[in-house]
């Protein structure tokens, strides 16, 4: 029998420390894992790196850790939908890199799959090519982007078993299988769990292997 990979709330807030590097999941918040996010804020942790598609609302996913304080850079593709996170860059508070959404979610394939690097033409004759290496195959410009990892990925599902094994509800699955490869350790907020059997394995979005620990939405 498979190991269950669960989790106390108070073991995983002991996981977030100063400075560490966070992969997270969502879209505007849909798919960003709302209790982990409440344990990161318990934890005390601050001087985060957070990494994904955007940082929500002030008062959603990842904004919430915005609202208090505890980020010192974020790594998203855009932060149009929360103001606070623009008004705290202007002021010095706040480090932003802005990456063009697919070469966001390359580069962080890029860092699970252990290559060293992703070619695009993306950025380009813009301020993204900035100290970037270039180069040119036929003719054509190419910025060498680098892989991205974090200490920790935190992904949100809608289902999962014991052992880790997990789907996602449609739109809000988005980056989560993605960063689920790319951080050194891996837990999963899963909404309803299948306690006495594993997920069929035509239904797997992300399999248990690359899951280190799971908690529950009610637990």
Do not use: W
Not at 80 to 94: A, F, S, V, Y
Not at 99 to 125: M, Y
Not at 128 to 156: C, M, Q
């Amino acid at each position: 029998m498979t190991k269950d990979k669960s989790i106390s709330g108070h073991d995983l807030k002991h996981r977030f420390h100063d400075g560490v590097r966070i992969l997270y999941g969502g879209f505007m918040g849909c798919g960003t894992p709302d209790k982990i996010i409440h344990l990161i804020l318990d934890s005390g942790a601050k001087n985060l790196t957070i990494i994904g598609n955007d940082t929500a609302f002030p008062d959603t996913g990842v904004g919430k850790l915005i609202a208090a304080g505890r980020v010192q850079k974020v790594i998203a593709s855009h932060i149009g939908t929360n103001p606070m996170t623009g008004q705290m860059m202007i002021d010095g508070k706040l480090e932003v890199e802005l990456i063009p959404q697919g070469t966001l979610v390359e580069r962080i394939r890029c860092g699970g799959a252990g290559l060293g690097g992703v070619l695009t033409p993306t950025g380009i004759g813009t301020e993204v090519e900035i100290g970037k290496t270039k180069i040119s195959f036929d003719d054509v410009e190419y910025l060498v982007e680098r892989p991205l990892r974090a200490d920790i990925a935190i992904v949100l599902a809608q289902h999962g078993d014991r052992a880790g094994n997990l789907s996602y509800q449609r739109a809000a699955r988005n980056f989560n299988p993605i960063i689920a490869l790319a951080a050194d350790f891996v837990v999963a907020e899963i909404v309803e769990l299948q306690e006495d059997s594993y997920l069929d394995p035509d239904t797997v979005m992300t399999p248990g292997a690359l899951v280190d620990a799971y908690i529950t939405s009610e637990s």
